[in-house]
């Protein structure tokens, strides 16, 4: 089975400009996470998807938003970007219908914000 | 809303040694997660438990839900097992609360 996938791994943008970031679950998962990675704040959850609905947010301003697919792909989108957006943005996957069952995390996507 | 601490946060080893690194929680947990990070940010779940003991290879985890804490231990540590160990628990159905992470390196 192929692993999860995050497009694009790296992204350089400028303060100001919108990114929208995607992540694709290993087949057959439905639930999505969304986790940001700084050094200072370390791992931060943002938002769970199970089927097409968000049922879990973190505590991130409205300019973080998310969506997730018919077919369990997900992005999320950062609009008005800020400097202290740069970050590690991982994505994970499950297979069940509980928040608590095992993740399986993708390669991540490191967001620069110049 | 659950509180997790690690500790070592950095930890050197020589090649060969018993390693262990800890976690606490402050609220009760429905699971808990032990995580490997390598330079390059990509994360592996190493182990999921709720109660007891698991092991896979050189790598044991424990806990003891009574006294809200568990216990990464790697057996015969390895350069290659150099990474950042990250412990992260589900209260209920809620997301994962993340620990800061133990820093570990091995050293040949």
């Known amino acids: 089975k192929a692993g999860v996938t995050q497009t694009p791994r790296y992204l350089i943008k400028t303060r100001g400009q919108q990114v929208t970031l995607s992540c694709s679950p290993i087949s057959g998962h439905r639930s999505v996470s969304w986790y940001q990675q700084t050094p200072g704040q370390g791992l931060q959850f943002l938002f769970e998807?199970?089927?097409?609905?968000?049922?879990n947010k973190g505590n991130f301003p409205g300019r973080f938003s998310g969506r997730q697919f018919s077919n369990s792909r997900s992005e999320m989108n950062v609009s008005t970007l800020e400097l202290g957006d740069s970050a590690l943005y991982l994505c994970?996957?499950?297979?069940?219908?509980?928040?608590?069952?095992?993740?399986?995390f993708g390669p991540g996507t490191r967001l620069t914000v110049l | 809303k659950n509180e997790v601490e690690q500790s070592p946060q950095n930890l050197t080893a020589q090649e060969g040694e018993f390693i262990t690194i800890n976690c606490s929680y402050s609220v009760g947990i429905s699971a808990l997660h032990w995580l490997q990070q390598h330079p390059g940010g990509g994360i592996v779940s190493l182990f999921m438990l709720s109660s007891g003991k698991k092991k896979h290879g050189r790598l044991i985890a424990t806990i003891n839900i009574q006294e809200k804490h568990s216990s990464l231990h790697i057996t015969a540590s390895h350069p290659r097992d150099s990474a950042v160990y990250i412990c992260a628990v589900h209260s209920g159905n809620t997301p994962l609360v993340f620990g800061k992470g133990t820093r570990l390196s091995v050293i040949a």
């Open positions: 994970a996957s499950s297979s069940g219908a509980l928040s608590y069952n095992e993740q399986f």
């Open positions: 998807y199970f089927s097409e609905t968000q049922r």
